[in-house]
T-cell receptor, first 115, second 114 residues
């Protein structure tokens, strides 16, 4: 199993550009999520999905869009990049059982710099 | 005020020391408490989780939850240089609109020097 994969590893964007961060998992997990990690802020939830076709907002959703057409893939779209979106982005997946979220498996991260 | 507070450190200890990492939280609905370890330029990985109050031990690691004080701790015995990482506490509660959402602390940077 490859686990959770993310592409690209690193990206530089100009303000106003759009891009899609890719995330895929091969563990047949129903739950997937996107976090951003900034110094001194920990990990903050952007969007999450409890299954194909179902997404919801997390703590910091503004400026980001998601969709979940398959169990495996959960792309994150930046609609119009801003310098405040400079961050490290992590995708994670897990199973859920009776409301308890089983181990979340994180991808290696995408480092994004917006100039 | 953040729902979960964690001292970011950094914390530097000699090899063999006992390390204590702590988080406080304000949401009394939290039921599940986790500790993640994150090596530099890697994604976090789950180290331990506990449900409700009490202790849980796994090798050199002990997780402790005190729900009455809204305080959780991770103890590392006989710390090793390979324990050098950022440690993040995380918690969530089941059900309702917060289903499955993890709330993380800011992370504590730990360095264990030989």
């Amino acid at each position: 199993n490859a686990g959770v994969t993310q592409t690209p590893k690193f990206q530089v964007l100009k303000t106003g550009q759009s891009m899609t961060l890719q995330c895929a998992q091969d563990m047949n997990h129903e739950y997937m999520s996107w976090y951003r990690q900034d110094p001194g802020m920990g990990l903050r939830l952007i969007h999450y999905s409890v299954g194909a076709g179902i997404t919801d907002q997390g703590e910091v959703p503004n400026g980001y869009n998601v969709s979940r057409s398959t169990t495996e893939d959960f792309p994150l779209r930046l609609l119009s990049a801003a310098p405040s979106q400079t961050s490290v982005y992590f995708c994670a997946s897990s199973t859920t059982s009776g409301g308890f979220q089983e181990t979340q498996y994180f991808g290696p991260g995408t480092r994004l710099l917006v100039l | 005020q953040k729902e979960v507070e964690q001292d970011p450190g950094p914390l530097s200890v000699p090899e063999g020391a006992i390390v204590s990492l702590n988080c406080t939280y304000s949401n009394s609905a939290f039921q599940y408490f986790m500790w993640y370890r994150q090596y530099s330029r890697k994604g976090p990985e789950l180290l331990m989780y506990t449900y409700s109050s009490g202790n849980k031990e796994d090798g050199r690691f002990t997780a402790q939850v005190d729900k009455s004080s809204k305080y959780i701790s991770l103890f590392i015995r006989d710390s090793q240089p390979s324990d050098s990482a950022t440690y993040l506490c995380a918690m969530h509660h089941a059900g309702g609109t917060s289903y499955g959402k993890l709330t993380f602390g800011q992370g504590t940077i730990l360095t264990v020097h030989p």
